[in-house]
């Protein structure tokens, strides 16, 4: 039987240039299943299937594997989830083909000294075999990136405060020319891709992370070109930066995340000029409570964290533990909340989070998304409680 807007396993194959055997194994892998099968067995796809097959034949490409992929992907296409998956899949891509360069060099660099010297660089070798197995860590920049994004694209969308939180933290920098500055934990960059255009001409920036993947992001967004940006993977623990190198060092939501907080707090110190300032931001008791409260609504087996970030280092214990290393530290607040009247970014961002939303809301995420649906039709209301302490040292 014909039904309209499906399409036949043959035909749906010949469509993604896939053989039927590869789209009958996924569905026994319950990977990509048919929207529709007939009483007769016979099995149908839509164009919603296309979409998630293209994700999947990616990823599949990109190196990871088919039990990798299962956790990936989330069933739901609409435009907010296909947009970031697309965004993020291009990422991967460009990691792929930067290290796919840096394999050929090497390959080349190997080549060319076993034909000059007649011996074998081992050194060489490690890192060719190095530089081989990097795509083991695609799958955390997945997800990591993934994450990230969706955390900040929900805010974009419906915080109240027009000015935004990446402008009003450059704006409390009050940056101006021949500054020095480090931000340590910068992730894609996005402070600084927000407020390229206030830059002053003579600055020096250096962005750090602990991971490599997101120090590319960072480049690729702000453009290598630009001499005002050096990029450097820094354990903030222990930084390898001389004494008093720095007017300002930032930690955008980073300290809470770190396992020694006074230890990096006394590396912020040594690298900070005197006089020199510290931005740091942190959350309050009440940063986002309704979305924990909504989802322990719909099971209360979830915790969205298993960590409370707020009680390692929060708004409420912060100047507590920075004012054992600064001259002063003062508080303050950016006015915000959020209006979220559509589900599919909220959900985006429940799915983002370090818990344990993913055991129980996958295998019934249809019944979630009716949930979140009704509840955001009138608008859902979330409470925004975060900030900067400013500090000094001496």
């Given amino acids: 039987m014909k039904k309209t807007g499906y399409y036949s396993s043959g035909v749906f194959a010949r469509m993604a240039n896939v053989t039927l055997r590869t789209i009958r194994y996924y569905d026994k892998q319950d990977i990509l299943k048919p929207s529709f099968v007939s009483e007769a067995g016979a099995r149908f796809y839509t164009d919603k299937d296309f979409a998630r097959l293209q994700q999947i034949l990616l990823l599949k490409y990109l190196g990871f594997s088919l039990e990798d992929i299962r956790e990936m992907l989330i069933d739901d296409t609409d435009y907010h989830f296909m947009l970031n998956s697309l965004n993020i899949q291009l990422k991967l891509v460009q990691d792929r083909i930067e290290q796919m360069q840096l394999v050929e060099r090497a390959i080349r660099d190997t080549s060319e000294a076993i034909r000059k010297e007649h011996t074998i660089d081992w050194n060489q070798m490690l890192n060719l075999i190095h530089l081989t197995g990097m795509e083991k860590s695609l799958k955390n920049q ?15 969308l419906y915080s109240q405060n027009q000015k935004g939180w990446f402008p ?73 930066c001389e004494d008093r190198r720095f007017d300002v060092v930032i930690a955008n939501h980073v300290l809470f995340y770190c396992e020694d907080i006074t230890r990096v707090c006394r590396e912020v110190v040594r690298v900070l000029k005197p006089g020199g300032g510290f931005f740091c931001s942190a959350y309050g008791r009440n940063h986002m409570k309704e979305v924990s409260a909504l989802v322990q609504g719909f099971d209360d087996r979830i915790v969205l964290s298993a960590d409370k970030l707020y009680d390692r280092f929060g708004r409420e214990n912060g100047r507590d533990i920075l004012s054992e290393y600064f001259a002063s530290c003062k508080w303050r607040q950016y006015e915000d909340c959020l209006m979220v009247p559509k589900p599919e970014p909220l959900i985006a961002y429940v799915l983002s989070c370090h818990g344990n939303q993913g055991q129980y ?20 209301y979330i409470t925004k409680e975060a900030g900067l302490f400013v500090c000094e040292v001496d």
């Fill in 361 to 380: 809301i996958t295998e019934r995420y249809k019944e979630f998304r009716v949930y979140v649906k009704r509840k955001t039709d009138r608008g859902f």
């Fill in 142 to 156: 997945y997800q990591n990136a993934s994450n990230i994004s969706a955390r900040i694209h929900l805010h974009h």
């Fill in 168 to 240: 009003w933290i450059y704006e409390q920098l009050e940056v101006h020319q021949g500054m020095k500055i480090l931000e340590i934990g910068c992730g894609d960059g996005t402070l600084w891709m927000e407020n390229i255009d206030k830059l002053p001409k003579e600055v020096d920036i250096t962005l750090s992370d602990l991971s490599e993947g997101m120090l590319r992001d960072a480049r690729r967004a702000i453009g290598a070109e630009d001499e005002r940006f050096c990029y450097q993977v820094i354990d903030c623990h222990q930084m390898p």
